[in-house]
């Protein structure tokens, strides 16, 4: 009913940036938050960042001042720009979303994308 899909991924050196993007497609009245999450191997998933659909961000206390999360909120997407990339950001990256999918209802359904790898080699 809703897909999320999930891009920008992939392997950088330490110190360097990625944009990862996430666009919502499917039955969508409306979108209250979205949010990235991260998960490393042996490890629980963990949020990164969300934003409302007002435009309140929140992020884990961590990555403050690196990461950055902004919304198209036109084009159903998120994105999350990740600066002085270091090897322990390396995870698998998924996108969060609460989507509206009937119309004169204030139900929200949550989905999420696939995921997509962040590599920072040392």
């Known amino acids: 009913q809703v897909q999320l899909v999930e891009s920008g991924g992939g392997l950088v050196q330490t110190g360097g940036s990625l944009r990862l993007s996430c666009t919502a497609s499917?039955?969508?009245?409306?979108?209250?938050?979205m949010a990235w999450y991260r998960q490393a191997p042996g490890k629980q998933r963990e949020l990164v960042a969300s934003i409302t659909s007002g435009g309140t961000t929140n992020y884990a206390d961590s990555l403050k001042g690196r990461f950055t999360i902004s919304r198209a909120s036109a084009k159903n997407t998120a994105y999350l720009q990740m600066n002085s990339l270091k090897p322990e950001d390396t995870a698998v990256y998924l996108c969060?979303?609460?989507?509206?999918?009937?119309?004169?209802?204030?139900?929200?359904?949550?989905?999420w994308g696939q995921g997509t790898q962040v590599t920072v080699s040392s």
């Open positions: 969060y979303s609460s989507v509206q999918t009937t119309l004169g209802t204030r139900q929200f359904n949550v989905y």
């Open positions: 499917g039955t969508i009245f409306s979108i209250n938050t």
